[in-house]
């Protein structure tokens, strides 16, 4: 069993940056694939960004040379430093952790999640 906290979410103006922090539980965190993923209202969840077991990044394009994903495997921790925020990144983000070694696009490949942490872009 793992136990996902997220921290870091809040309000930003465009432009700037924010760095979100999951926590997890367990003592086999370094054989997780991790994830961070997103839903804005009346949207779909959406993959954000992935970090395998040997630290291979996969990231939505839309995202793609603005957020780094992640982990630090003494702490047990999985990290989204978001940089140059757009109003339309503003969602609840999501931590994910699969017990497999490839980034899932779906969801439904994650087996544990985190509460969610809200972040809101204004103009």
């Known amino acids: 069993q793992v136990q996902l906290v997220e921290s870091g979410g809040g309000l930003v103006q465009a432009g700037g940056s924010l760095r979100l922090a999951c926590a997890a539980s367990g003592r086999t965190f370094s054989r997780y694939t991790m994830a961070w993923f997103r839903q804005a209202p009346g949207k779909e969840r959406e993959l954000v960004a992935g970090?395998?077991?040997?630290?291979?990044?996969l990231y939505a394009d839309s995202v793609k040379g603005r957020f780094t994903i992640s982990r630090d495997n003494v702490k047990n921790t999985a990290y989204l430093q978001m940089n140059s925020l757009k109003p339309e990144d503003t969602a609840v983000y999501y931590c994910?952790?699969?017990?497999?070694?490839?980034?899932?696009?779906?969801?439904?490949?994650?087996?544990?999640w985190g509460q969610g942490t809200q972040v809101t872009v204004s103009l």
């Open positions: 994910a952790a699969r017990p497999a070694a490839g980034v899932g696009y779906s969801p439904a490949a994650y087996d544990y």
């Open positions: 970090i395998n077991w040997y630290t291979s990044t």
